[in-house]
């Protein structure tokens, strides 16, 4: 927004050119962003924008004259290629006010030779305001959000989202501390608030890097300014400001405000905006990291759950799919209403792929439309709003027959049905085969469409049979063959005879028709009234051509406008129909089942699979995904699963896996199991894997505390805790004891349902002590000194970690290996009472064995363990042989 005090202070423009005086003039009302100057075929950049931009585009600064005695950087980018650098700015966290020329430098002329052309900046071009599809990320929403924060009320914090590329707008109030699980989930590029706010507010808002956080002044946040803004922008009966609480009509309006600034006064089609919460399962900041559901924790989407689950065809499709993925339902009639709706495509794969066959020709109708609305747009948007509806029509032919439970298929079909066909039947009729990007380069329009169109055109592209005619015409009337017409830049069409032939048409009745113009030594040269008269039709019909063509688009441009709300239901009807069909089409392509879903705690999977790790394997033909089963309901609900196991052993991926099938479940698709049966989840916690955050001063083990504290604060009977590994950046007993504490107060004071993975084995006798506690291991396979992981659940507690075989097999050097299995053997011998006499005499602090020593040891137990085959041994020689072995392995341990 423009700032009113650093637009009190303006340059004084005394000396000046006047173009420069009028870049100061521009320039000062918008000090905040890199001024986009026009200036005939390029957007020109001056002084520090010049340095800024020339450094992140890579462009050449070069000088302009004089200012105050010093040269004027300067660089510039060419107006057809302005995208481009626009996407890189925008990138890079800049901002880009786009000043146009608002007349014909014709016009400028007549008021004197020096006068300036008028410029203005028709656009403020900002990470949250980007409506052009290759500034855009297809597959996520853009999301410009505002937060107002009042220091007195009821209700101190409100935050207000929108993305005006799809008119999504959006309002809710709520406590300071949930502030950055919604930003979160919302995931903006931009943010706007207060200074004040700013200070406030700094610890919850994301980093920088991930989003533009921009401070406006407290006017445009006032309420009262606010409420006017509203008013302004939404009829009394779809939103009456005087409903909503202050802080909240302060977020609404300010982020209105800014939208309206950023457009300067563009017509904006937002909707109806969403009021209040939805009954959403709530994910922190936290989980979502842990659980990748948009992208992994290396910022790419391979590997992350929207990523497994993306068989959209349409980019409306996959952005909702990230918007549910984002915040899925805790309301289980709804729910069920999404489920009926992919069980009844499910049931049909010939309908489901029939729709997502006709769904790859859809166009993206809500960003075509936004741009429309703010006279960006051009034919191609036209033709996209036209195929966007003929799509609608034929899907909901297709998809009519198709029954579900609770008729939400019906619903879609309904919706996308009620095409305006007049609209869609002019738009087909009016535009051509081969459209151009922008309006300005005409030749859009039908050939057919406009009498006086076609007119123009054959006079401009059809000059030359035209002139031809003329010139037979013109030969017979004068009865010299040798006539000709012809063309220079001086004379522009004329008449030419040969100089024998000049007589006969200076003589009557010819010269009445034909006017002379010039002689030459070989020839005359003739006009006529009718070719003067063609010569300026053919001048002007270029230009009156794309006036005309501009004048048919301005009408059917208006007439899509005036169809607005029809067209966004239509499109956010095409939007489900995809990602229905692409959950349908997943879980018939991977043998997902539909959960059971309801208000209970029950938390059953029946053979539950990774989807993630599960597509991996199969895309890398490995082994089949060892598929594992999960009860958390228990006779009262509630129940915690102690999981130990080894390293490698694959706690993480079940812990994960179970958090996933949750979020599936619950945003309305089918699961990898062959049952699930889950009570709606209010929240979910996921504290899986280990990372520091140093540019607040945390270590690894205080996110860690952080994140713990903030589950068990927050967690209720309801919710869904996975934790892996508590306490394991610290001192062991430390640890333990913190461990120890959590698993206790998961129990007893939440309640909640819960999976905790650790290698503190002595926390599993607290299944003898709590009610809901079990113990759950995965299981593992020795031979023959190696460690064979087989990936499944079972019953019971493990009885060693296995760290040490992990480790070889990581490719820890053999005298590291040796050294520690000689450590752990003296620390488990001491921990079963075989020795307490302290650590002065005991081979912790023997000379470590140099690698050349650990490679040609003799070891009488490896040698004795090698020999033996045990397939020949009768059972009286196997029982020998392990008091033989337990002999060896006695006499290793003496030192």
């Given at each position: 927004m423009a700032d009113k005090a650093a637009a009190d202070k303006s340059p004084d423009t005394s000396g000046m050119t006047p173009m420069m005086a009028q870049f100061f003039e521009i320039k000062a009302v918008n000090p905040n962003c890199l001024l986009f100057y026009r200036m005939g075929d390029f957007y020109e950049l001056f002084f520090e924008d010049a340095e800024i931009a020339s450094r992140a585009l890579g462009i050449t600064l070069t000088k302009r004259g004089k200012h105050q005695g010093d040269d004027i950087p300067m660089c510039g980018v060419p107006v057809h290629a302005a995208q481009d650098y626009l996407k890189k700015l925008i990138s890079l966290g800049h901002r880009v006010a786009v000043c146009e020329q608002t007349e014909d430098p014709a016009e400028a002329k007549k008021r004197g030779s020096k006068s300036v052309v008028k410029r203005d900046v028709v656009r403020l071009v900002t990470a949250g305001t980007l409506t052009e599809d290759d500034l855009l990320p297809a597959d996520t929403n853009n999301y410009l959000v505002s937060i107002a924060l009042l220091p007195h009320g009821d209700s101190d914090l409100a935050l207000a989202w929108a993305d005006i590329s799809t008119g999504e707008i959006g309002c809710t109030e709520i406590p300071e501390a949930g502030l950055s699980d919604e930003i979160a989930r919302i995931g903006p590029a931009e943010i706007i608030l207060t200074d004040a706010s700013l200070q406030a507010l700094e610890k919850a808002l994301p980093h920088p890097d991930s989003c533009q956080i921009i401070t406006q002044s407290r006017d445009l946040f006032d309420t009262e300014n606010a409420t006017d803004r509203i008013t302004a922008a939404y009829p009394a009966d779809v939103l009456d400001p005087t409903s909503l609480t202050r802080v909240a009509r302060s977020a609404l309006g300010a982020l209105i405000g800014y939208v309206a600034d950023t457009q300067k006064g563009a017509s904006i089609p937002l909707r109806s905006p969403q009021l209040g919460a939805r009954k959403t399962l709530i994910i922190d900041a936290a989980t979502r990291a842990s659980l990748e559901l948009i992208a992994t924790n290396r910022g790419e989407a391979r590997g992350s759950l929207r990523h497994c689950l993306d068989r959209c065809v349409t980019a409306p499709g996959l952005r909702l799919l990230s918007a549910r993925l984002s915040a899925p339902s805790a309301d289980p009639v709804e729910i069920e209403a999404r489920l009926d709706m992919v069980a009844g495509l499910h049931a049909d794969t010939m309908v489901t792929d029939g729709l997502r066959d006709r769904l790859k020709s859809v166009p993206d109708m809500a960003r075509a439309l936004t741009r429309l609305s703010l006279e960006r747009g051009g034919p191609r948007d036209l033709r996209a709003i036209g195929g966007a509806l003929s799509g609608a029509e034929a899907l909901a032919g297709e998809l009519g027959p198709v029954r579900d439970t609770a008729g939400g298929l019906a619903r879609l079909a309904a919706a996308l049905s009620d095409v305006p066909r007049d609209l869609m039947a002019e738009i087909d009729r009016a535009?051509?085969?081969?459209?151009?990007?922008?309006?300005?380069?005409?030749?859009?329009?039908?050939?057919?469409?406009?009498?006086?169109?076609?007119?123009?055109?054959?006079?401009?592209?059809?000059?030359?049979?035209?002139?031809?005619?003329?010139?037979?015409?013109?030969?017979?009337?004068?009865?010299?063959?040798?006539?000709?017409?012809?063309?220079?830049?001086?004379?522009?069409?004329?008449?030419?005879?040969?100089?024998?032939?000049?007589?006969?048409?200076?003589?009557?009745?010819?010269?009445?028709?034909?006017?002379?113009?010039?002689?030459?030594?070989?020839?005359?040269?003739?006009?006529?009234?009718?070719?003067?008269?063609?010569?300026?039709?053919?001048?002007?019909?270029?230009?009156?051509?794309?006036?005309?063509?501009?004048?048919?688009?301005?009408?059917?441009?208006?007439?899509?406008?005036?169809?607005?709300?029809?067209?966004?239901?239509?499109?956010?009807?095409?939007?489900?129909?995809?990602?229905?069909?692409?959950?349908?089409?997943?879980?018939?392509?991977?043998?997902?089942?539909?959960p059971k879903i309801d208000e209970s705690l029950a938390f059953d999977i029946d053979e539950g699979r990774h989807p993630v790790v599960e597509q991996m394997l199969e895309a890398a033909g490995e082994t089949r995904f060892v598929a594992n089963d999960c009860d958390l309901g228990g006779d009262a609900g509630g129940a915690l699963w102690l999981l130990t196991g080894p390293n490698m052993g694959g706690k993480s991926t079940f812990l994960r896996q179970n958090a996933l099938i949750a979020v599936m479940a619950q945003m309305g698709g089918f699961v990898p199991a062959n049952a699930a049966h889950i009570g709606v989840i209010d929240r979910i916690f996921s504290r899986v894997g280990a990372a520091d955050d140093i540019a607040h001063g945390r270590s690894t083990f205080m996110v860690e505390m952080i994140e713990t504290a903030a589950i068990l604060n927050r967690a209720t009977r309801h919710s869904l805790v996975v934790l892996d590994e508590i306490g394991r950046g610290t001192a062991t007993f430390d640890g333990l004891s913190i461990a120890w504490a959590a698993v206790e107060a998961l129990h007893e004071q939440t309640g909640c349902r819960a999976l905790f993975a650790t290698h503190y084995h002595e926390l599993t006798a607290l299944a003898d002590r709590l009610d809901r506690v079990s113990n759950h291991t995965m299981t593992v396979r020795e031979y023959k000194g190696d460690v064979i992981f087989l990936h499944a659940v079972a019953p019971g507690a493990a009885d060693r970690s296995y760290g040490i075989q992990v480790a070889r097999l990581a490719g820890l050097p053999p005298e590291v290996v040796a050294r520690a299995r000689e450590v752990l053997e003296h620390l488990e011998s001491r921990s079963n009472g075989a020795d307490n006499n302290g650590t002065g005499d005991l081979p912790l602090f023997a000379r470590r064995p140099r690698r050349e020593e650990t490679q040609n040891i003799d070891d009488p137990l490896s040698e004795r363990m090698d020999s033996v085959d045990p397939d020949a041994l009768t059972p009286g020689q196997a029982i020998d042989l392990i008091y033989e072995l337990k002999r060896l392995r006695n006499a290793r341990r003496t030192p």
């Open positions: 535009l051509g085969e081969d459209l151009p990007l922008l309006t300005r380069d005409g030749g859009f329009i039908a050939k057919g469409y406009d009498v006086d169109l076609d007119e123009q055109r054959s006079l401009s592209q059809e000059s030359r049979s035209v002139i031809a005619a003329l010139q037979a015409k013109y030969a017979e009337l004068a009865e010299v063959k040798s006539l000709k017409v012809k063309h220079n830049n001086v004379l522009g069409y004329f008449v030419e005879v040969p100089a024998n032939h000049g007589p006969r048409l200076l003589a009557e009745p010819l010269n009445a028709t034909f006017i002379h113009r010039q002689t030459t030594a070989n020839a005359l040269r003739f006009t006529t009234t009718e070719l003067a008269d063609l010569e300026t039709r053919i001048a002007h019909s270029s230009a009156a051509a794309l006036e005309i063509e501009l004048a048919i688009f301005a009408n059917l441009r208006q007439a899509v406008l005036d169809e607005t709300p029809r067209l966004q239901a239509i499109a956010d009807a095409l939007a489900e129909t995809d990602l229905t069909a692409n959950l349908a089409h997943i879980a018939q392509t991977r043998n997902y089942c539909r």
